[in-house]
Every structure is written in C-alpha cells, then in structure tokens.
C-alpha cells in the first residue's frame, strides 16, 4: 500500500485543495479531481495519511455514479485522467483521480439521514427532533427512522464547521423549485442506495449529496457519493438499535480521537500506523461488500 498526501500536478493549474481533493483545471469546462489518502475529522485535516483511500473512495463513487445514473446525471465525462497529465504525472492520478464536467456546485449541502444517530440523535433526546423537524417519542439510539429526513447545511470553508438549516433557509438559497428537487433527488438516490446496500450487508445510515448545475440549469450530482467518508456504513449483522454500531467509515479514527487529549482544533494529532492501517482495512471491506460477489 502507498499513500498520497498531497498531489503536485504541474501540468495543469490548481484550483483548490479541499479536504480530500485537489482540483485542478482541463481547459476551460472540465476538471481534474484527485482524491488524496487525506483525512479529515471534526472538519481537520490529519496529519497522517490512510494508505490506498483515495484509490477504495475513487473506486466505492465510481460504483455508485454508474449504478445511479437513472435518477440524475451526474459530473463524469469518461475521460480517463492519465490522458490529461504528462508521463511523469500519470502514478499520481491513476486509480484515484476523475476528470469531470465543470458546474456550478450549489452552496449547500444535502444529507439525508435514514437512522437515529450522531448529531440527530443528541438532538432527538433533548427535544424529539432532528434538524428541528418532530419525530414519534420512544425512539432508540441507531433506530431506523420512519421515513428518510432531508436535512440540508451549509458549506464550511477548511476548518469550519457546517451548519444545519432548515428547509426553508434552503429554499431561500436555492428557490422553492430548485429546493425541492434536491430533495427529492437526494432522497430518491439514498433510498435506492440503501436497499442496495443492504443486500451486501451494509445498512448506510445516512449520507451527504452535493450537486452543480449546467449551463442550462440542469443538476447534477457531483463530488463523490455514498463513500465510507460522506455516509455512515454499518455491518448490518451487528445493527442493533440502543448503542453506535461498529462502522466502515471514519468513526473508528473520530473514536480513536475521541479518546485522546485533543480538542478538535488544528494541528491534530498523528495516527499510530495501526490505526492508519485499519482505517484502511475498514474502507476497503465497504468496497468489497458493495461491488463485488
């Protein structure tokens, strides 16, 4: 296994270096987005890469943009990203880098959540509510919720945390229209997802959508999609309602970091090299179980 922290594409102008992603430009309507082995928790980025990641986060979106196509296009051109770098760059790009369509992302961020956990379950215990919306008393922690939620956030700049808003606040940012078929879509996109998903003995308890539009106004998906770092997977045979279930995603690094005297603000602390390597193990067992048999 490799590890690759940072990419340094020459031949093509950066854009931007997000938490995970280094974007870069192809002419003047594509992308080329290279998925790094970074990692971030608690909205930092970590010092110390998870080997192969960005290759199992490349492959696990890959999946799930073809798989989900029907339901809405999405940012893949098809252009194979080794065509697009010179020779010398081609080891960098190769396995973990897409080149896209360019579109306008929308300012916010579309979660759906299918579970009772985290951030909701907090909320639910203090006022029966996830994102200020009401649910039926009696539920459990990890419960199955009645209904999927739609409860979209804000985009946080690096270092900044999202913020949850209501309905509304997104019909304001994006109109009533535009709003609504976000949600729709989101909500259409996760429930396919997570009956698929649960054939393989995965239950995705929830997951986060970002979206662009075209020239013509017309939405896609973009980003990535139901990876171990946008959603939370969970071996179904060890779902059971009233505690966190294990995870193929990155709550084994937040519990880890949980655990240490750090408080969640820049520098974090390096990761030992067997809880990098079991990170990586936990990534790549969601790869398997979702594409393979």
Same mark, same amino acid.
């Given at each position: 296994m490799s590890a690759l922290f940072q990419s340094d594409i020459k031949s093509l102008p950066l854009l931007n270096r997000g938490k995970v992603r280094d974007i870069y430009a192809v002419g003047e309507d594509k992308l080329l987005v290279v998925t790094t082995d970074?990692?971030?928790?608690?909205?930092?980025?970590?010092p110390t890469p998870i080997p192969d990641k960005g290759k199992i986060l490349t492959a696990v979106a890959d999946f799930w943009f073809h798989k989900l196509s029907h339901i809405v296009p999405n940012q893949l051109t098809g252009i194979a990203p080794e065509t697009v770098v010179t020779a010398e760059e081609k080891g960098q790009v190769a396995g973990r880098a897409i080149v896209v369509k360019k579109l306008r992302p929308l300012p916010i961020e579309a979660i759906v959540r299918g579970y009772l956990v985290g951030s909701g379950w907090k909320e639910y215990k203090t006022s029966g509510t996830v994102c200020s919306i009401p649910l039926p008393a009696g539920l459990r922690e990890a419960d199955r919720l009645p209904e999927p939620l739609f409860t979209p956030s804000t985009k946080a700049e690096a270092g900044a945390h999202d913020e949850n808003i209501s309905f509304a606040k997104a019909e304001e940012l994006l109109g009533k229209e535009l709003a609504a078929k976000v949600r729709d879509?989101? &909500?259409?996109?996760?429930?396919?997802?997570?009956?698929?998903?649960? !054939?393989?003995?995965? &239950?995705?308890?929830? !997951?986060k959508f970002e979206f662009g539009l075209d020239d013509i106004g017309t939405l896609h998906l973009i980003d990535e999609a139901l990876t171990p770092d946008s959603s939370r997977f969970w071996p179904a045979d060890s779902h059971a309602p009233g505690a966190n279930p294990p995870s193929f995603d990155k709550q084994y690094v937040r519990d880890w970091l949980e655990a240490q005297n750090w408080n969640k603000k820049p520098p974090a602390p390096a990761l030992p090299a067997d809880v990098a390597a079991k990170t990586t193990e936990k990534y790549r067992e969601a790869l398997t179980r979702l594409t393979q048999g």
């Amino acid at each position: 296994m490799s590890a690759l922290f940072q990419s340094d594409i020459k031949s093509l102008p950066l854009l931007n270096r997000g938490k995970v992603r280094d974007i870069y430009a192809v002419g003047e309507d594509k992308l080329l987005v290279v998925t790094t082995d970074r990692l971030s928790a608690f909205d930092v980025v970590l010092p110390t890469p998870i080997p192969d990641k960005g290759k199992i986060l490349t492959a696990v979106a890959d999946f799930w943009f073809h798989k989900l196509s029907h339901i809405v296009p999405n940012q893949l051109t098809g252009i194979a990203p080794e065509t697009v770098v010179t020779a010398e760059e081609k080891g960098q790009v190769a396995g973990r880098a897409i080149v896209v369509k360019k579109l306008r992302p929308l300012p916010i961020e579309a979660i759906v959540r299918g579970y009772l956990v985290g951030s909701g379950w907090k909320e639910y215990k203090t006022s029966g509510t996830v994102c200020s919306i009401p649910l039926p008393a009696g539920l459990r922690e990890a419960d199955r919720l009645p209904e999927p939620l739609f409860t979209p956030s804000t985009k946080a700049e690096a270092g900044a945390h999202d913020e949850n808003i209501s309905f509304a606040k997104a019909e304001e940012l994006l109109g009533k229209e535009l709003a609504a078929k976000v949600r729709d879509v989101s &909500i259409a996109l996760y429930k396919e997802a997570a009956e698929y998903a649960l !054939t393989r003995g995965i &239950i995705i308890a929830d !997951t986060k959508f970002e979206f662009g539009l075209d020239d013509i106004g017309t939405l896609h998906l973009i980003d990535e999609a139901l990876t171990p770092d946008s959603s939370r997977f969970w071996p179904a045979d060890s779902h059971a309602p009233g505690a966190n279930p294990p995870s193929f995603d990155k709550q084994y690094v937040r519990d880890w970091l949980e655990a240490q005297n750090w408080n969640k603000k820049p520098p974090a602390p390096a990761l030992p090299a067997d809880v990098a390597a079991k990170t990586t193990e936990k990534y790549r067992e969601a790869l398997t179980r979702l594409t393979q048999g």
